[in-house]
C-alpha cells in the first residue's frame, strides 16, 4: 500500500490554490452492511453537501462506478502506537440516521468494518487523487450524537515499505568496495 497521488492531488496539497477544495472521503464496509440483499456500505464525504465520486475499478463495492457520499462530519486524532500497531480515534458526526440500522447487527459479528480513504479534488470528482487506504474500524462505540472507533492498518505485513528498486543500473555505488 504505497502513498500514492496523482499530480493534481499533489498540487493542490503543495500550492493550495483558494479555488481548489480537497475532499476527504470514507467508506465503511461490512458483511451485514446489506439492503435489499446486496452490499450497502457507509460511504461520508467531509464536506457541507453531499457528492458524487467515481470509485477507483477495483473498490470492493461499486468499483468504476459513481456513488453517493453523505456530508456527513467526521475527524481524526494523530496516529499513534496502540495494541495492533499505529492506530487514531476517528469520530463522525451525526450518523445515527446511516449507522444505526447496521451497527446492532455488526457488532455481535468477530468481524472488523473494513474503512476505506479516498481523496478527491472538488474540480475531478471521476478520479481518486489520494489513496484508496484500507484500514479497519474496530472498538466502535456509539453516543447519542457521534460513532467513534480506532483505526488501525488492515494488513501491515503487505504494506509496500520501499518504492524504489535499488539495481547496479541505477546505483553501481552500491556493490564498490571503499
Do not use: C, M, W
Given at each position: 500500500m504505497p502513498i500514492s497521488a496523482t499530480q493534481a492531488w499533489a498540487e493542490a496539497a503543495a500550492s493550495a490554490p483558494k479555488d481548489e477544495v480537497m475532499l476527504i472521503?470514507?467508506?465503511?464496509?461490512?458483511?451485514?452492511?446489506?439492503?435489499n440483499g446486496q452490499p450497502a456500505p457507509i460511504?461520508?464525504?467531509?464536506?457541507?453537501?453531499?457528492?458524487?465520486?467515481?470509485?477507483?475499478?477495483?473498490a470492493p463495492v461499486g468499483g468504476g462506478n459513481v456513488v453517493p457520499f453523505k456530508a456527513i462530519p467526521f475527524e481524526i486524532d494523530y496516529p499513534r502506537i496502540g495494541n495492533l500497531g499505529a492506530e487514531a480515534t476517528i469520530r463522525l458526526?451525526?450518523?445515527?440516521?446511516?449507522?444505526?440500522?447496521?451497527?446492532?447487527?455488526?457488532?455481535?459479528?468477530?468481524?472488523?468494518?473494513?474503512?476505506?480513504?479516498?481523496?478527491?479534488?472538488?474540480?475531478?470528482?471521476?478520479t481518486v487523487g489520494q489513496g484508496?487506504?484500507?484500514?479497519i474500524l474496530r472498538n466502535v462505540k456509539r453516543t447519542a450524537r457521534?460513532?467513534?472507533?480506532?483505526l488501525a492498518i488492515a494488513r501491515p505485513q503487505n504494506m509496500r515499505v520501499m518504492r524504489e528498486v535499488y539495481d547496479m543500473v541505477r546505483f553501481p555505488s552500491l556493490l564498490q568496495v571503499s
Open positions: 472521503t470514507i467508506e465503511l464496509i461490512h458483511p451485514t452492511f446489506v439492503e460511504r461520508a464525504v467531509r464536506n457541507s453537501v453531499d457528492v458524487s465520486f467515481r470509485l477507483e475499478d477495483g458526526d451525526n450518523v445515527n440516521r446511516e449507522a444505526s440500522r447496521y451497527l446492532h447487527e455488526a457488532v455481535k459479528l468477530n468481524t472488523p468494518i473494513q474503512a476505506i480513504f479516498r481523496g478527491y479534488l472538488a474540480s475531478d470528482p471521476n484508496p487506504y484500507k484500514l457521534q460513532l467513534e472507533g480506532q
